[in-house]
């Protein structure tokens, strides 16, 4: 990519990214489910106003400070995917609820329920609540067994609506193989959407079963009782999703790489390596490398060049790149990797053609 | 630490703060050295104008973004601790430069400086250079043994002002036993300091030499030749320093942990865990543990609750925190840490006494 704008840099394929959110669009919509797509991926509410635009029935959160933002900036349909717990957190949730009557929060104990309720009632506000359940990976969330019971709860509570249940398996979401990916996620959003089963056949109101991520859309939207997915990494993909398989035994490339990170070499006083200007400041560490893809055999190395340089060597044969020549990378895992960015430059060919802020960027609480 | 703020936040101790830029200002008055500390670690132009006012020479930066931003809040004294080799680069450099005129920058290349003194010839200015010289970490930097060349030909350029020689070991802050860092910083600063003899010697002007970090500033401090150190740490502190040993073969604790994380449980269905609301993006993952304080008997593990929640752990009889209580931890590593954040929460005793702009935070060009 030539592209004349300053490094450490991150790069959006408008095209790319719209083609994203339209693949996935389309597929929920073919398989009958919602889509209601994550923030944490991006945190750009541009971005979101497009999976807006694009069919998605709202926006999922993993914050209040996210909820927040989205809210700032005229979105609706919010759900937090995380429990509210603390007094702090639940007067920042029931000032946004007072701005944004449809939005949702999971719950996942019963003491946390009445304290939402206690609060709402002080308010004269109604919250609407997910159970949340845990497929497994022990994070938050209550086993299926006692979903039921927690429902029930919410439901009897005079100032929370329950809407229905959330089962995220972000465990489950790099599993390299697609049947071992398929076995698992099917037996736990399965289970999933038994409980949602029970809680309508005892007369309790479960319009939502929302759950899943990128690794998993098109194994749980199949699933009967799914009524909704959020995923997130789909817009811009990385390189942890490109080294896991697709459900046809490819690679996994149903989405493009809109996101690439450009990285310009600093130092070259070396036959081994060269130092470029992105450290792990730029790029967040992961067990997985990034991958160069301006230049076939480099490989970026996390190895001691700590916060602020990265170190590039070559394979044999390769000549290694000159000072000041631009690198463009795959990152390892966008999330955390975004959360370092103020923005992104938006591209089409090889044009900028737009910065749109990153501005949900360290909302961590 | 009982303080009603919201989490994940960090907070930062007013006096311990000043307690440690005192020591490490007293101490290097009394070695004669001078102190230009590095804002890489606490990006925050508060503390460095604090640096300022108990007696540093100026402030340190690894990038030219985070120097803009130190000129645009008035600091002086500046010196980028990088290589600067891009046109874009250069441009920003150069129009630091009209507003900064005293700033320095490190070169480590013939080509460079020629690209440099090209610039300056054309906006008919003068640009004050350190040669960088690599102390076997192989970053940036040059040997050695062609230190000296390096430094005629800065010399020699008409629009460039050779004013000395930086060379940081990096790799070599973190070595446990204070006797092995001894023996390993005194080697490498005692070869830069023979370099200087060199210059001297030969007629070249060197009237910096510059280096050090928080691991080793009372190492290189007393070799005869270092004028001025560049620590950053020292002003926080974190767990990675905690598990150093000092001079006195106890641990390193010449500097308080002025700095310390809150998270809060939000959720806590398990005998064996609880999670917490600080994952990847708001603990910068690292091979060295955070350090949970205000709770004896707990852990925070990394494993497996990813970018948004952690995992914390109890040794067997210390019993488990409950839903919404405040737990008080030292990060591992201070500086990818800080760059998560947009302010610190200054306290004095159990009181926020005011709240700094991390300014600099995501300064990574």
Chains 1, 2 share one sequence.
């Not at 060269?274 to 450290?279: F, P, Q």
Request: charged letters at 20%; one cysteine or more; proline letters at 5%.
């Amino acid at each position: 990519m030539k592209l004349s704008i300053d490094t450490p840099a991150l790069v959006l394929d408008r095209q790319k990214l719209r083609d994203n959110i339209q693949t996935m669009q389309a597929y929920a919509e073919q398989m009958g489910v919602a889509v209601r797509p994550h923030i944490k991926t991006h945190k750009c509410t541009h971005i979101a106003r497009l999976q807006r635009e694009h069919g998605a029935i709202g926006i999922s959160a993993a914050k209040v400070s996210e909820a927040e933002a989205l809210v700032k900036a005229g979105m609706d349909g919010i759900l937090i995917t995380s429990p509210v717990v603390t007094e702090h957190k639940i007067a920042r949730l029931l000032s946004l609820l007072q701005r944004a009557p449809d939005l949702l929060v999971v719950v996942d104990c019963v003491a946390n329920a009445c304290q939402l309720n206690d609060a709402c009632r002080q308010a004269n506000l109604t919250l609407t609540c997910l159970v949340d359940i845990d497929p497994g990976v022990h994070r938050t969330g209550v086993s299926y067994a006692e979903a039921q019971g927690l429902a029930r709860t919410i439901h009897n509570h005079t100032h929370l609506n329950l809407a229905g249940l959330q089962c995220y398996a972000g465990n489950l979401q790099h599993i390299a193989t697609f049947e071992a990916r398929q076995e698992a996620s099917t037996k736990a959003m399965t289970q999933t959407a038994s409980v949602r089963r029970q809680l309508l056949e005892s007369g309790l109101p479960c319009p939502i079963l929302t759950g899943t991520g990128t690794g998993t859309f098109d194994i749980d939207s199949a699933i009967d009782g799914i009524t909704e997915i959020q995923p997130g990494s789909y817009t811009v993909m990385d390189q942890e999703y490109a080294n896991i398989e697709g459900c046809d035994q490819q690679p996994f490339n149903r989405f493009h790489h809109a996101m690439t990170q450009l990285v310009t070499v600093i130092s070259a006083n070396h036959d081994t390596h060269v130092t470029v200007d992105a450290g792990l400041k730029a790029l967040y560490i992961d067990p997985t490398q990034p991958r160069i893809i301006s230049h076939p055999g480099l490989s970026y190395d996390w190895g001691g060049f700590g916060d602020e340089h990265g170190k590039v060597t070559a394979t044999p044969g390769v000549p290694l790149p000159g000072v000041g020549e631009v690198l463009e990378l795959i990152v390892p895992h966008c999330d955390p990797t975004i959360n370092l960015f103020d923005r992104f430059y938006v591209v089409e060919g090889n044009q900028v053609v737009d910065i749109w802020p990153i501005d949900l960027r360290g909302c961590s609480q």
